[in-house]
């Protein structure tokens, strides 16, 4: 599965070769009640084709109608009236500042397309006066950049994740969290089940999971989810992960198995302190049962801590 913003840049290729005009349309402002976030992306096709969002819908319509076709790079800037809002289903209305560009050639964009293939951060500046656009090497930390004549917008995962075991329902969490654009590494020891791996744009380390972590734990916004089940396996990761300052620390099992759990690693030396630190059982309480409905509640946990939402455990 491909994240938003490589499904934009794949259709924006794929018409380009086709014949048709395009336009690229980037966020880089947004005021009052948006439902997209600043840099969301948006590809139009002459004949009103559109992939993307970068409004929710309030403007898509527009956008899809209004192809120029001149060449030409430009700011425009969308209002989103009262009644608007209340269609889509905002608190109020706002304004939208967009970049606009006419595109001519799909290889940058394939360029882009192979890095974050391989998961790799990667730059496209663009300068508003000339349309000239350059691809380059992109910083962990910057996602979007806009001073009034340059745009910088970086593609590629900028959150980590590390994942014990490379199980079923690891499969189903990291296809998740890619198409979210994380960075994913699944520790798996097992040859078992490492050799049967097959998760595009996510990386398998043989490793133990104690010296995965160690190796990781330089990154503070890295997420750890011990999912294998096995104490030998996860306990060797929650040791070294809890002692360090990760935004999220999580394991699979349930309330009887996680304070069994708890009651091991603190004999091994971790401090209640750490040990709050851990989520446990995994995931948000939505009822799920299947694998696919419990990595669906594993990563909604994941966003919610990340996002400062807090929830009973």
Request: aromatic share 4%; hydrophobic share 40%.
């Amino acid at each position: 599965m491909k994240t938003g913003d490589a499904e934009v840049l794949q259709a924006a290729v794929d018409w380009l070769e086709s014949g048709y005009a395009v336009e690229l349309v980037t966020l880089v402002e947004a005021w009052g009640s948006s439902p997209r976030p600043v840099g969301s992306l948006a590809a139009v096709r002459n004949d009103g084709k559109l992939v993307g969002s970068v409004s929710g819908g309030c403007i898509e319509k527009q956008l899809a109608t209004r192809l120029r076709g001149n060449g030409q790079t430009s700011v425009v800037q969308h209002d989103i009236s009262h009644d608007q809002a209340v269609r889509y289903g905002l608190p109020c209305g706002g304004s939208l500042k967009l970049v606009m560009e006419q595109l001519e050639d799909a290889m940058p964009l394939r360029s882009i397309l192979r890095e974050l293939e391989e998961s790799r951060l990667v730059s496209r500046t663009v300068d508003l006066e000339s349309g000239k656009a350059r691809i380059g090497p992109a910083d962990k930390g910057e996602r979007l950049r806009f001073n009034g004549s340059t745009l910088t917008k970086v593609f590629g995962p900028v959150r980590g994740l590390l994942l014990i075991g490379a199980g079923q329902l690891s499969r189903h969490v990291a296809e998740l969290a890619s198409v979210l654009d994380y960075d994913v590494t699944v520790c798996e020891p097992r040859e078992s089940f490492a050799d049967v791996w097959n998760v595009p744009g996510t990386r398998i380390d043989s490793r133990s999971p104690d010296e995965v972590v160690r190796e990781l734990a330089n990154d503070p916004a890295m997420a750890v989810l011990a999912l294998t089940h096995d104490p030998n396996l996860d306990d060797l990761a929650l040791m070294e992960a809890l002692d360090r300052d990760m935004v999220y620390v999580g394991a699979l099992g349930s309330r009887r198995s996680n304070a069994s759990r708890r009651k091991r690693l603190g004999f091994l030396g971790l401090s209640e302190t750490q040990l709050d630190r851990l989520h446990g059982p995994v995931g948000l309480d939505i009822g799920s049962r299947t694998p696919a409905e419990i990595a669906v509640s594993i990563m909604a946990q994941v966003i919610a801590v990340r996002n400062g939402k807090t929830f009973p455990r």
